[in-house]
């Protein structure tokens, strides 16, 4: 396949907008799976995904699609060309956009699916500018047009007036009835370019993924950007500086297919014999070992934002939870764990994650696929203590800084985010009210059409990681939609709580708190105490 004939596309929604319906769809009609494969959502393969019905890990397939060519007859036999599609899955969640704007930059053109009943969402604005920023070609596809209130008219207005999308580029599908999903691969066909690198040019490899298969070890995803890659070449990282010998070449339609070897344009898998994971960094560049290559843009290691300490539930546990974390970090390399110990929890482990449902989701799996029974620690945020002498300290566990730092501690940060907020009209105000209680700024205020309201807001980290969305959802009886991203660190007076029992500091459940606020919560963690624990006289 030249590369005029391939297209690499992805696509992207609102968590329950039918990304995965669509994506298996898209794959039962080019015969890539079968239809009624007995396994819905081919594409989420983790349990906990199928369970929340999110998708976690980017899995990526390649199709082969005869596209039938206009203006030509049938009885003339030309009437289809094949066609190469790779379709580049991507995380459902901002938690991972990094992820996300990787493994958009092996594509040209997304789909950009939203529920003909529910519109736009807070995740439909994150990910359209991730894709727009990126430069790729937006398809929109208004999805679900089978229920009952679906009204694909309004979408198309709120498309227009939130992206300047053309409402007459959109196509209305069902991923459930099949209508409509017809005209979605010609789309890709006409609409995207094909991928742009150079045939000629020394090999440029784009990691996209990898995770550990016990048979094959490492497995990479990979996009070749330029060149060729083949079965035996030596290949170099231009992260790590790492090389290795290419031992499998191939492609995922969708189960791994050897094919010896991928051209430009192409994206498919590599095994190279890597002993872990935490060699294959997304976004890293690999080339052939014999030249020297320009790395392509993007690369930064994993930002780790939200942290908890995690300890066995019963104390003689410890082994168990070591052997389940170890297992479980050979395919997110993106978690950072150190082992730490607790005077009231034992011997535990301190993991850092990228965002809130990163955290949710490694816990889950821990319980669900490893069987350790952990306790977690409230999760905190990194902040900054600057120190009359200019030293700084960050401060990941809240027990590490010393109590009453204020003496010394001349200024402290904290991480923020930026939120994007959708509701109902109706909702404004409770919302409004949750967003300054939690130290909220607002920076943006719209309406998207009569009934919808578009909100951002600088908010400080530490107010969003516990329960923030869910006493979101309960103001608005489940119609909020809320996401965010990183933000710079600001100023802000901090100070450390401590929680003393019987006279003595408990450290597992010191916590940095706003000033203003230690008192309120102070009082609130001592009432709960009060229920939970019996009066001790020593
Ligand atoms: P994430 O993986 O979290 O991003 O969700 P998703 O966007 O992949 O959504 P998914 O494909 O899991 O679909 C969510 C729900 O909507 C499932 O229960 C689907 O069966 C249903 N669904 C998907 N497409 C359609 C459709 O066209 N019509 C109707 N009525 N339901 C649909």
Redesign the pocket.
Known sequence: YPPERIRNFSII?H????????ADRLLELTGTIKKGHGQP?YL?KLQVERER???VKAQTATMFYNYKLDGLKAEEGHETQAFLLNLVDTP?HVDFSYEVSRSLAACQGVLL?VDAAQGVQAQTVANFYLAFESGLTIIPVI??I??PTADPERVKAQLMSMFDLDPSDALL????TGQGLEQVLPAVIQRIAPPPGKSNSPLRMLLLDSYYDEYKGVICHVAVVDGTVRKGDKISSAGTGHSYELLDVGVMHPELTPTGVLLTGQVGYIVSGMRSTKEARIGDTLYHSRNTVEPLPGFKPAKHMVFSGLYPADGSDFEVLNHAIERLTCNDASVSISKESSTALGLGFRCGFLGLLHMDVFHQRLEQEYGAHVISTVPTVPYIFEYSDGSKLEVQNPALLPSNPKSRVTVCWEPTVIATIIIPSEYVGSVITLCSERRGQQLEYSFIDSQRVFMKYRLPLREIVVDFYNELKSLTSGYASFDYEDADYQQSDLVKLDVLLNGQTVDAMATIVHTLKAQRVGRELVEKLKKFIDRYVI
Not at 15 to 22: A, E, M, R
Not at 173 to 176: G, L, M, R, Y
């Open positions: 929604a968590v329950d907008h039918g990304k995965s319906t669509l959502q989420d019905g999110i998708t459902g699916v999805n679900k089978d229920q599908t069902s991923a459930k």
